[in-house]
Nanobody
Framework: HLQLVESGGGLVQPGGSLRLSCAVS??????????IGWFRQAPGKEREGVSC??????GTNYADSMKGRLTVSRDKNTVYLQMNSLRPEDTAVYYC?????????????????WGQGTQVTVSS
């Protein structure tokens, strides 16, 4: 069955960078009818869409607050989220998720499978 496992989170100083990974198993990226999204949830806030990569490998960024600081990519069966110039307000648990659609969407309820999340903390 389909599984997603995030890694790469941690503590980083403001202005630093992190690359999150989402290892996907149970289907082959680019061949199955799934897009992979990245979401984040800060304490006391709703989960929000950050970025997404479609079945054909087209990336879309949703978080206006992270505009120009995100790059989503994939290699084989791993999806990456490169985050640069990180700010304290980027602190959250970051999740990857799969939606049974070739196209991306930022709608949380549309996603069928979720990883366990990885904590990103931006602090000096």
């Amino acid at each position: 069955h389909l599984q997603l496992v995030e890694s790469g989170g941690g503590l980083v100083q403001p202005g630093g960078s992190l690359r999150l990974s989402c290892a996907v198993s149970g289907f082959i990226l680019g061949m199955g009818s799934y897009a992979i999204g990245w979401f984040r949830q800060a304490p006391g806030k709703e989960r929000e869409g950050v970025s997404c990569i479609s079945r054909v490998g087209s990336g879309t960024n949703y978080a206006d607050s992270m505009k120009g600081r995100l790059t989503v990519s994939r290699d084989k069966n791993t999806v990456y989220l490169q985050m640069n110039s990180l700010r304290p307000e980027d602190t959250a648990v970051y999740y990857c998720a799969a939606v049974r659609s070739p196209l991306c969407t930022p709608v949380v309820a549309s996603y069928d499978y979720w990883g366990q999340g990885t904590q990103v903390t931006v602090s000096s």
